[in-house]
């Protein structure tokens, strides 16, 4: 806890209370705080060849696929370290299976969004027409065939979102933040210790 | 990279992308398997070589520099990763607490203002302009706001004009809901048509990813009808 | 009455593959044929041009690239206009990424804009620096606006920082603008400590998901600019007259929401023909 709280004075005390020595302390603080965040990596490559290696010992279901896993890991990272990052097997794997599949995962949401809305959007309450209609207005106005035939929908859209749709982004900000606070007051008053490790009560 | 690999990095990507486009028939199958455990180790391996060369760049070459107090940022490093140790994990509470009291003075310093007084401060402006449009805004604005955080008081009791303005929030915050999940589905479709885009131009593509379609949905198709993507699928 | 609830019921009940094969229909279909629907432009957007067109020649923009390779997908008109504005201005540019598939980024969008880092003489090293990965965390993006050369000394590819344009560059404050294309990772934390604390103007490129987040943001005076996804980046591929993946995606953009809307339409209406009219039954007993 005293560990907590005085990094957290030293970093925090700074920026209301500048001071030379006192800012260059806070800056390098941040520094090592970045690249010791940064070592975390190890301890996710670790569990997951703790896992892999459960399903291979194991010969459970698709236990082929962590092998390939494993072997598609350590070619990218010796590619990587040895060839450098801008040539050879990385460099390939890179654009041949990182960047297609990144794209695939997040674009398959819109697959899923669209039949969620298909199957889930119905006007079953006054509270929901409410929802549908917006959606609408919205959804029409940024089909761009709509706005070049109907410049109006474009007042009554912009109206939707930069007030109501704005409303709620600046309410849920408001209120993450006062959860924040209070989380952080907790943490640094030694109430919340569990991501230390410890029990409640310990410290 | 010669041309015939970078070709090849190409229709590999396509076929692969559809693949992976199989989760969407719904059924498990190899194809899908074979995909996601490809992005599980190639993207695995590109974060630990884009994370060492970090600290690298960072910590090693500021040391090599003369900044020797980042000699703790290897040492608390190290500390960091013997949480795996079943017998010295307690060794990684000191550099989590560091990076804990650290990480909160970063985000309470500046949260406060960005997240909290600023916001506030944007929504409580004066009503009254010469521009009717821009009134109704700031009308707007004030009105939903307030009303909606009325909405979200769970540890009171919700009676009199408190109860109706909650009730003008949750039918204000049904409006904004609906305006957002129009931004959000223009922003996955945006995903999806951007990468569509990307696997039909220069127009030499379009071919492949027609074929690899193709190959894909008859494949999943095939897989599902024998019974083989059960058996031959991760999961 | 029959007839009448076997098309309600097929409308309350489709399997929702069909949703997927229309969308993939109505999105690969124009793309590869394309149809050339009008665009109007959005106030925003119009905004977000005339901040860009106030930086200067020799202006040192923060470039900061917070977008995988999937938000890239989305962002990619935007951001392809926008250092087409950047290279005609002559502004400087020091490029940043925010998560690891950055790397993959500058091969794609330079090849893209090929033709006009050779019409202007664009080079890598005089007017562009790419330092690479520096956010993994809040505490790199803090530590990095407060002493620039601290915390980065070489490039993307290991060579040397030093006598560049960016010696200029002390703190977060000596940026002329912040140039931001996000998916959501490292910018809360950009706002917070350089925009915040420094006061440096700031321009977002924004996913369509966070926009909501971002308005308020706008709003607040925390950011000048902001475009909002394919669409606005669309709209300024046709401000600066110069035609691009945004444009050419428009049309699968108004075919993919109008399906939706037409699901939508189909599954209310086979809610009220049949759905609820089935609870009546169950509920009664009335056939």
Not at chain 1, 157 to 179: E, H, N, Q, W
Not at chain 3, 86 to 105: D, N, P, Q, S, T
Request: proline content about 3%.
């Amino acid at each position: 806890m005293t560990i907590l709280v005085v990094s957290f004075l030293l970093v925090f005390v700074p920026y209301f209370i500048p001071w030379g020595p006192l800012d260059w302390l806070s800056g390098k603080l941040m520094t090592i705080a970045a690249v010791t965040n940064a070592f975390t990596i190890v301890i996710a490559v670790y569990s997951q060849f703790r896992r892999s290696g459960r399903f291979i010992n194991q010969k459970r279901k698709g236990w082929v696929y962590h092998i390939y896993l494993l072997a598609l890991l350590a070619i990218m990272t010796l590619s990587g370290f040895i060839f450098g990052q801008h040539v050879g097997a990385y460099e390939w794997l890179l654009l041949a299976v990182v960047t297609p599949l990144s794209s695939v995962i997040y674009g398959i949401l819109a697959f899923y969004m669209s039949s969620a809305g298909a199957r889930a959007l119905r006007a079953r309450s006054p509270q929901a027409a409410l929802l549908l209609l917006a959606g609408f207005v919205v959804l029409l106005y940024q089909a761009p065939l709509t706005g070049a035939y109907f410049p109006g929908i474009e007042g009554a859209a912009t109206y939707l979102t930069d007030t109501f749709g704005m409303s709620v982004s600046r309410m849920f900000s408001i209120s993450v933040s006062i959860g924040a606070i209070v989380l952080g007051v907790r943490m640094l008053t030694g109430k919340e210790v569990a991501f230390l490790g410890f029990g409640e009560g310990e410290e | 990279m010669n041309e015939f690999l970078q070709f090849a990095a190409v229709v590999v990507g396509i076929f692969i992308s559809f693949a992976m486009y199989t989760t969407l028939y719904g059924k498990p199958n190899p194809l899908r398997s074979w995909a996601e455990f490809s992005y599980l180790g190639a993207a695995t391996g590109v974060s630990i070589v884009i994370s060492i060369t970090y600290i690298w760049n960072t910590a090693i070459l500021g040391i090599q520099a003369g900044d020797w107090i980042l000699i703790f940022s290897i040492i608390f490093g190290l500390m960091m990763i013997l949480r795996m140790h079943p017998e010295y994990s307690y060794i990684s509470r000191l550099p989590l607490a560091f990076t804990v009291g650290t990480g909160l003075a970063l985000s309470l310093r500046t949260q406060i203002f960005t997240s909290f007084i600023i916001q506030i401060n944007a929504t409580i402006v004066k009503l009254w302009t010469n521009v009717p449009l821009e009134f109704l805004y700031r009308v707007t604005i004030a009105v939903s706001v307030i009303t909606i955080l009325t909405f979200f008081l769970y540890t009171m009791e919700l009676s009199g004009p408190l109860l109706w303005t909650s009730r003008v929030g949750e039918y204000l915050m049904y409006i904004g809901f609906g305006a957002i999940f129009a931004q959000t589905f223009m922003g996955r479709l945006g995903l999806f048509v951007g990468y569509m885009e990307s696997l039909t131009t220069p127009t030499w593509k379009t071919p492949y990813t027609l074929a690899s379609a193709l190959i894909c949905l008859i494949a999943a198709i095939i897989f599902d009808r024998t019974g083989l993507g059960e058996k031959l699928s991760a999961g | 009455m029959a007839d009448e609830s076997g098309i309600y019921k097929k409308m309350a009940t489709y399997d929702k593959r069909w949703v997927y094969v229309v969308l993939f229909i109505t999105t690969l279909g124009p793309l590869i044929s394309p149809i050339g629907m009008p665009i109007g432009i959005s106030a925003m957007t119009k905004n977000y041009y005339a901040e860009l067109d106030t930086l200067q020649e020799g202006d040192i923009v923060f470039d900061t690239w917070n977008m995988e390779f999937s938000g890239y997908m989305e962002l990619k008109s935007g951001v392809l206009a926008t250092h087409k504005m950047f290279i005609e201005k002559g502004v400087k540019l020091c490029i940043a990424f925010g998560h690891y598939e950055g790397v993959a980024l500058p091969k794609e969008i330079f090849g893209k804009l090929k033709t006009w880092l050779d019409n202007y003489d664009y080079t890598e090293g005089e007017d562009y620096i790419i330092i690479g990965y520096v956010f993994p965390n809040e505490a790199a993006v803090a530590a990095l606006a407060q002493d620039f050369h601290a915390n980065v000394r070489v490039d993307w590819k290991g060579e040397s920082i030093e006598g560049t344009f960016l010696d200029e560059i002390q703190n977060a404050g000596d940026f002329d603008m912040i140039s931001d294309y996000t998916t959501g990772l490292a910018t809360t934390y950009i706002i917070n400590h350089m925009v915040l604390q420094y006061g440096v103007p700031m321009v977002e490129n924004s996913i369509g998901v966070s926009v909501p987040g971002h308005l308020a943001n706008l709003d607040a005076g925390l950011l000048q600019a902001l475009l909002a996804s394919t669409r606005g980046g669309a709209e300024l591929e046709f401000l600066i007259s110069s035609p691009g993946p945004g444009l050419k995606a428009m049309d699968a953009f108004t075919l993919g929401h109008y399906s939706l809307i037409i699901f939508i339409i189909i599954g209310n209406i086979g809610h009220y023909g049949w759905t609820r009219r089935s609870g009546a039954r169950d509920r009664t007993g009335i056939k």
